[in-house]
């Protein structure tokens, strides 16, 4: 199993950065997948599942409204667009696979830095 | 929206056993899962469900639950233990999943 975030970057506050997980050496169409995120210093914040087939998604408070998960199962990619960016929103973004409501399998994360 | 607590840092002699402690009203009704996280890296699935633990991951390495706190236990605790570790459950609603707030484990 493979997952490998990109689209990290430096963003202004107000402003939006998409992430993108590569998913590779499992069945990506058949596995719900999740975003989770760790500001610097600080601990784990789940913030959003989509499931294995798309037809659900669920966000943490912080993130509903600016943020939309969405999935290509043809493409084998995991996506987070994130708008209206804040200064909270600064940490290492994961995604991860979903397993017996677990996350199993972690990618190496991406920086997304929202500042001035 | 549901809460986790853990206690913020917890010390163990080498080869003895620690429990780390998670506690929240949603662990009443969902299972908690374990997550160690070493400095500069991704968290790593060590306990999830009543008891499992995903391949690779060391026997010393227990789940339990009663009431509103999960435990992770680690039996024989090793030097490469030494690490944070965080409890995730789903909340009340059960669509939507919280982290507790992270304990640091050292081994002495």
């Known amino acids: 199993v493979q997952l490998v975030e990109s689209g990290g970057g430096l963003v202004q506050p107000g402003g939006s950065l998409r992430l993108s997980c590569a998913a590779s050496g499992f069945t990506f169409s058949s596995y719900g997948m999740h975003w989770v995120r760790q500001a610097p210093g600080k601990g784990l914040e789940w913030v959003a599942v989509?499931?294995?087939?798309?037809?659900?998604?669920y966000y943490a408070d912080s993130v509903k409204g600016r943020f939309t998960i969405s999935r290509d199962n043809v493409k084998n990619t995991l996506y987070l667009q994130m708008n209206s960016l804040r200064g909270d929103d600064t940490a290492v973004y994961y995604c991860?696979?979903?397993?017996?409501?677990?996350?199993?399998?972690w990618g190496q994360g991406a920086l997304v830095t929202v500042s001035s | 929206s549901s809460e986790l607590t853990q206690d913020p840092a917890v010390s163990v002699a080498l080869g003895q056993t620690v429990r780390i402690t998670c506690q929240g009203d949603?662990?009443?009704?969902?299972?908690a899962s374990w997550y160690q996280q070493k400095p500069g890296q991704a968290p790593v699935l060590v306990i999830y469900?009543?008891?499992n633990r995903p391949s690779g991951i060391p026997d010393r390495f227990s789940g339990s639950s009663s009431g509103n706190t999960a435990s992770l236990t680690i039996t024989g605790a090793q030097a490469e233990d030494e690490a944070d570790y965080y409890c995730n459950s789903r909340d009340s609603s059960g669509d939507l999943y919280v982290f507790g707030t992270g304990t640091k484990v050292t081994v002495l």
């Open positions: 469900g009543k008891n």
């Open positions: 949603s662990l009443r009704r969902y299972y």
């Open positions: 989509i499931w294995y087939d798309g037809s659900h998604k």
């Open positions: 991860a696979t979903d397993q017996d409501y677990a996350f199993d399998n």
